[in-house]
């Protein structure tokens, strides 16, 4: 008995090998782009994990607002930096007039001290009418001096919540 089906497929295939090849690798290459094309891209976002273009889309938008959060702290602490830097020169700026002030003190003691060792040296009398403007600013200075002293002893202590409060006046 003669096998029929197996004539018929084996002409067939001996016949149209190349053909039947072709038609199964295009239709493996088809199967293989439509798989390929309803895959959606994905790449490393910016937490290191894998996501595609809509994921990436939000990540960049928090990322976004995390900046924008971010960036406002780093002003707002800037600020608050800059404020301190000004009290700080400001400060430094007084002492050194301060500083002046103690100097300039210190120069018209000396000159008058010295006026009158030369005017005791040389046998003329004292002028002690001369005097007195040198000893008012060297009281002036050290009323001054400690009063200045006493403001930043009383801004200490109230900015360490040690100073009672003034209470108000009716």
Request: proline share 4%; glycine share 8%.
């Amino acid at each position: 008995m003669r096998d029929w089906w197996h004539d018929i497929t084996k002409k067939l295939l001996d016949h149209s090998r190349y053909t039947i090849i072709g038609t199964i690798l295009g239709l493996i290459m088809a199967g293989s782009l439509v798989g390929f094309a309803g895959c959606q891209s994905r790449t490393l976002g910016l937490g290191g994990e894998r996501v595609n273009r809509m994921e990436l889309a939000a990540e960049v938008i928090n990322s976004d607002t995390d900046i924008a959060t971010t960036r406002a702290e780093i002003e707002a602490a800037t600020a608050v930096l800059n404020v301190e830097i000004e009290a700080r020169n400001q400060r430094a700026t007084q002492a050194i007039e301060d500083l002046d002030r103690q100097d300039l003190v210190k120069v018209q003691v000396i000159e008058a001290v010295s006026l009158i060792g030369q005017q005791a040296a040389s046998g003329t009398p004292v002028n002690w009418l001369g005097l007195i403007p040198m000893a008012t600013t060297v009281l002036l200075g050290a009323a001054v001096g400690g009063f200045a002293k006493d403001n930043l002893r009383k801004d200490r202590k109230i900015a360490k919540g040690t100073f009672p409060p003034s209470e108000p006046t009716p």
